[in-house]
Nanobody
Framework: VQLQASGGGLVQAGGSLRLSCVAS????????MGWYRQGPGKQREVVAAITSGGSTSYADSVKGRFTISRDNAKNTVYLQMNSLKPEDTATYYC??????????????WGQGTLVTVSS
């Protein structure tokens, strides 16, 4: 299984970025998909998550600014980030909980994509 994240970069405060994460490999079905981030000197924290049914949840710090979505046909999860702040600077990781063809359930992490917000 592979998770390929993309879309990070350098943006000014108030700007927008859209992250994408594509899952591929021996995946029968995907349950929960989520985005986490780890800023300099900080612990990894959950940013947003979306279930297979489309229910979403967000960290308080990003509510109203970030939107998570998924395309089940493409095994892809997105994170639209608007009104970015310098404190959003972090490496963003996608996480996928999936079931393989043998019925096993696994959590898998992507490699991370760096988001830098300048003031």
């Amino acid at each position: 299984v592979q998770l390929q994240a993309s879309g990070g970069g350098l943006v000014q405060a108030g700007g927008s970025l859209r992250l994408s994460c594509v899952a591929s490999g021996s995946i029968f079905s995907i349950n929960r998909m989520g985005w986490y981030r780890q800023g300099p000197g900080k612990q990894r924290e959950v940013v947003a998550a979306i279930t297979s049914g489309g229910s979403t949840s967000y960290a308080d710090s990003v509510k109203g600014r970030f939107t998570i979505s998924r395309d089940n046909a493409k095994n892809t999860v997105y994170l639209q980030m608007n009104s970015l702040k310098p404190e959003d600077t972090a490496t963003y990781y996608c996480n996928v909980n999936f079931r393989n063809q043998y019925g096993g359930t696994y959590d898998f992490w992507g490699q991370g994509t760096l988001v830098t917000v300048s003031s």
